[in-house]
């Protein structure tokens, strides 16, 4: 997983970002994330990696992420998980090769820390 940023390193630079720093977990999707339990909603986080950010060459790619529906996809958005153009400049995870499990569970980390901050 060479070339990818810390976590700690990766949420200092999207709280300098005005646009990042703007999304938060509305009513809806903190009410669904109470609903199916912490764990479920990390499942379909990582289920969303593996479908609609982990191939070499996404479908869709840069318009695969919806800006609301699912506490994963805000997160996503906030911590610029949406789209291999935003995984390559923010989180040094390049486009044109499939993401190895390393680069999923860091993803799937990030979410988690920005999803667990929603909670606060």
Known sequence: MRGVRRVDHIFEALEKSPFRRRFCLPERERLYLRQKTFPAVLQHAR?????????AEPPNEGKQTPFRGHPVFVAQHATAT??????????????GHALSCEEINHIVKVLERWLLQQGD
């Not at 289920?47 to 191939?55: D, E, G, H, I, Y």
């Open 47 to 55: 289920n969303f990696v593996l479908k609609r950010l982990a191939p």
């Open 82 to 95: 949406c789209c291999r153009s935003c995984l390559a400049k923010w989180h040094g995870i390049p486009s």
